[in-house]
Structures are given as structure tokens and as C-alpha cells.
């Protein structure tokens, strides 16, 4: 029997008209998607499953840049799409998701692509430009937070 993430890429690929894409021996796979890195990668911890990492670009310093991503991770999260992080010795900024291994299909693989990258391009879009500027920032400056409370 097909390994199932396996299957998984190569179905989804072939859809993509992408042909011979397979993990390699370090159990990765890495594409260009309209000028962004893609990579999906085979995980075993804590789950054995599919991680799906898109990179969104430079990250930009200070607080505010940091309320950016911190925003745009849990709008992610929240939707059920993916998480954002920072790679430290990069400093770039890379959405995740996970798919497990159990039930993946190239239907769930492509969906879940499709739904990052859609997801993905607005940010990719901001942080090229710098525009990590939340339209809420003003006002949330000038209130302080209520006792115990963490405002993000």
C-alpha cells in the first residue's frame, strides 16, 4: 500500500501540472509559488503528518511589526488556515499548517494549499511594501489595557 502523504504530493502535483515532485530524502519538498517559498515537509512529532510552510518575507523590526504578525497568526489560527512564526536565523516570517497523515488526501492537500496560499498573498503583499501599520494601532496606543489584560 502507497505511503498516503506520499500519494498525497504526487496526486496534488500531477493536478498542479507539476511532474516528479516527491520528498526527498530528508523527507522535504520545496517549491516556488508565485515568487514565495513552499515547503512541505514529512513531521513525526507529535503526529505523524504533512507540514505546509510558505514563506511571506522579510520580517520586519519593532512592536508594531510584531503586532502585525502576532495578528496575522492568530486571524490564521483562528480560521482554521495556519499559524505565522519567525525564523531567527533568517529573519523571515513563514505561515504553517499541519495535515495528518491519517485521512490526507490530494483533495485535502490541494484544498488546504489553496487555502493558504490565498491567505498567505495579502501578507506577502504588506511586508514587501511595509505596510505592517494595524489600522486599530492609533487608537490602541492612546487606551491603556485594563488590569491584567493583554491587548495584542
Do not use: Y
Request: proline share 5%.
Amino acid at each position: 500500500m502507497a505511503d498516503p502523504i506520499d500519494a498525497a504530493i504526487q496526486e496534488t502535483m500531477r493536478k498542479l501540472g507539476i511532474e516528479d515532485a516527491a520528498l526527498d530524502e530528508d523527507g522535504a519538498l520545496t517549491l516556488d509559488v508565485e515568487g514565495a517559498p513552499l515547503l512541505l515537509r514529512r513531521g513525526g512529532e507529535p503526529v505523524e503528518g504533512l507540514w505546509i510552510h510558505i514563506g511571506l518575507g522579510d520580517a520586519p523590526e519593532g512592536s508594531v511589526a510584531a503586532r502585525f504578525l502576532m495578528r496575522a497568526a492568530f486571524e490564521g489560527w483562528s480560521q482554521g488556515r495556519m499559524t505565522v512564526g519567525l525564523d531567527r536565523r533568517s529573519g523571515q516570517a513563514w505561515a504553517g499548517s499541519m495535515l495528518p497523515a491519517v485521512g490526507i488526501t490530494a483533495d485535502l492537500l490541494e484544498s488546504a494549499l489553496v487555502s493558504m496560499i490565498d491567505a498567505c498573498d495579502p501578507l506577502r503583499e504588506r511586508l514587501a511594501a511595509g505596510e505592517v501599520h494595524l489600522a486599530d494601532d492609533d487608537a490602541a496606543a492612546s487606551q491603556a489595557p485594563a488590569a491584567g489584560a493583554m491587548r495584542v
